[in-house]
């Protein structure tokens, strides 16, 4: 039977390696596994070829280190009981439980790279300076919920690189339950990094400050912020108003008349003479955290579409959506309120 430290890991194979990511994604995740995981056999199956001599003369060098470590300790637990105990208790029982929290970790991150499996094309490596620091937030993920926030974390990284900072990791650290909940309320209407007020409410003073004080929302100051519509002329040359709503957007004619007041809790303004969407502004990091919860942008910007045509039967609505990256294209029309068709 080969000594292989490394032979069992890279014989199995891949079957609980997510399905649905594509190649440079598995890679990353692979990579994580590879790291963070004591029980990789158990856990998944895995081949990695690259770097496999540097890692067995690595993992021999490591392994004559901690034999003569433990020789070295076996003789003084003989004469030492009591340090035998102490050992033990503080040194094995610690290390058990801190690999035991990180394959925890490892394992609803598959949960989650399994609901959500579409990543981005990136580079095939994880950034060694995030490893190296969530490594140290998973080995004290000691409960069931910090395990399955970490795991989604690992997933939302492995999913886009760069995503996780340093920041956001520090972030998702501190935060307390009620901002958390806070902030998960009000990212079930976030589009992109913007929040229409007319789906997620004014917000009362104490989870503003939460909100604002965690760095996950920009202070809207005393007039609040707002998503402007800008100049767009479609492929006819007709003259539209066009609003960037994350995957989708919304355009209107540029001649449509809209007399709404000026309460933040209608859908669409006028300010200006330009149209305006009064909203909150989701920071950097407020946006990063936002892709370890559940995706509802589509139901968001649904309801948006439902809150602006009640407020405004008559106007011509033309939804857009998102392709290669930056560029869009007409979807349908938003039938009229007085329109039957289906």
């Known amino acids: 039977m080969s000594s292989d430290p490394l032979d069992k890991n890279i014989s199995v194979g891949a079957e609980i390696t997510p399905t649905g990511l594509n190649f440079n994604a598995k890679s990353r995740f692979l990579t994580a596994v590879d790291r963070l995981s004591g029980n990789a056999v158990d856990l998944l199956s895995v081949k990695m070829e690259r770097g496999l001599t540097k890692d067995r003369a690595e993992i021999e060098g490591q392994k004559q280190l901690i034999e003569a ?3 070295a300790a076996i003789d003084r637990m003989e004469k030492d009981p009591e340090f035998a105990e102490r050992a033990i208790r503080n ?16 394992r609803h991150a598959i949960e989650d790279l399994t609901r959500n ?27 069931e919920q910090l395990r399955e926030k970490w795991g989604r974390v690992l997933g939302a990284e492995i999913r886009k690189p760069g995503t996780v900072t340093t920041r956001v990791m520090r972030i998702v650290d501190e935060i307390d339950s009620e901002t958390a909940r806070i902030f998960e309320d009000l990212c079930r209407s ?35 912020h707002i998503r ?27 001649t ?10 209608n859908p669409l303004q006028m300010q200006r003479e330009v149209p305006v969407i009064p909203v909150y502004i989701v920071t950097d990091e407020g946006r990063a955290l936002a ?18 045509r009640s407020l405004l039967p008559s106007l011509p609505i033309t939804v857009f959506e998102r392709f290669d990256g930056s560029k869009w294209r007409p979807l349908f029309d938003l039938p009229l309120a007085s329109d039957n068709s289906p």
Not at 243 to 248: P, Q
Not at 293 to 307: H, S, T
């Open 291 to 308: 892709g370890i919860l559940d995706d509802l942008e589509q139901q968001a910007f649904d309801a948006l579409l439902d809150k602006i």
């Open 69 to 71: 470590m433990t020789k």
């Open 228 to 254: 402007q519509f800008a100049k767009l002329s479609d492929d006819l040359g007709k003259e539209l108003w066009f609003s960037d709503l994350g995957r989708r957007g919304i355009a209107i004619p540029r």
């Open 117 to 143: 499996p579409k990543a981005e094309d990136a580079s095939p490596d994880l950034d060694p300076a995030f490893i190296n620091k969530f490594e140290r937030h998973a080995e004290d993920a000691a409960t």
């Open 256 to 265: 449509a008349v809209i007399n709404v007041d000026a309460s933040r809790s």
């Open 190 to 224: 976030r589009l992109s990094n913007v929040v229409p007020v007319c789906l997620a409410g004014e917000l009362e003073f104490r989870s503003h400050s939460k909100l604002v004080g965690s760095g996950l929302v920009i202070d809207p100051g005393v007039t609040g």
């Open 91 to 106: 040194h094995l029982g610690i290390s058990l439980e801190r690999q035991e929290n990180k394959d925890a970790v490892v």
